[in-house]
C-alpha cells in the first residue's frame, strides 16, 4: 500500500508541475523552492536545486515580473508568445525530474507526456487572453491573472497533500483541454483575420487629397 502511494504521489507532483508550468512557470518554482527550503516538503533529489536561494530569489524576481505582466491588455499576449520556449521545456524537465529517481526511461517518459500537458495549458492560458485582450476594460484581465495563479498555488498543494485528488481533477481537465482548445482555436483565427483585413483596409486606402490654396487675404 505505502509502494501504491508514492507511486501516486510521485506522478501527481510530476503532471502537477507540468500543468503548472503552462500556466505560471515561475510561481511554480517558486512555492516547490520555498515549500524544499523551510522544511514543509521533502523534493525529489534532481528538483533539490530549486530549494537553493539563488533560485528562489530568481524565480521570485520573474514571479514578479509576470505578476505585472500579466495584468496589462496587449502585453500578457506578448509574454506568452515569449514563453512558449520556456513553459513548455520548463515542464518537460520539471516532470521528469520528479520521477528521475525511479527509472531513466519513466523520467523520459514523464518528460514526453509534461511538454504535451504543458503546452496544452499554456496554448489554453494564451488563446484565452486573446480573447480576453478583445474587450476594452482591463479588469478582466486582471481577474484572469489573479485566477490562475491561484489555481496555480491551489493545484499544487493538492497534488502534494491529495494526490489521487489531484490525478482525478487533471483528468477532467484534460478531458476539457480537449473539447475547448479546437474552439480557442477557431476563435484565435477570426480575430487574427479580422485584424489583418483591418490592416489592409488601412494600408489600400488613397492618401488624403491636397487642400486648395487658400486665396489671399485681402
Known sequence: MDQYSQIVSTIALSMGLAWASGINLYAALLMLGVLGASGNMTLPPDLQVLTTPVVIV????????????????????????????????AGALLAAGAVGEVSPPL??????????????????????????????????????????????????????????????????????LVWLLPKLWAATKQIFAYLGRLFRTKA????????????PND
Open 58 to 89: 530568481a524565480a521570485g524576481v520573474m514571479y514578479l515580473l509576470e505578476f505585472v505582466a500579466d495584468k496589462v491588455p496587449g502585453v500578457d499576449s506578448g509574454w506568452d508568445a515569449l514563453h512558449t520556449f520556456i513553459r513548455i521545456p
Open 107 to 176: 523520467a523520459v517518459a514523464a518528460g514526453i507526456v509534461g511538454a504535451g500537458l504543458a503546452a496544452g495549458t499554456h496554448t489554453t492560458k494564451a488563446g484565452s487572453r486573446v480573447l480576453i485582450n478583445t474587450s476594452p476594460e482591463p479588469f478582466s484581465n486582471w481577474f484572469a491573472s489573479l485566477g490562475e495563479d491561484i489555481a496555480v498555488v491551489a493545484g499544487l498543494w493538492t497534488a502534494i497533500h491529495h494526490p489521487a485528488l489531484f490525478l482525478v481533477l487533471l483528468s477532467l481537465f484534460v478531458l476539457l
Open 204 to 215: 489600400d486606402m488613397p492618401p488624403p487629397a491636397p487642400k486648395p490654396p487658400q486665396p
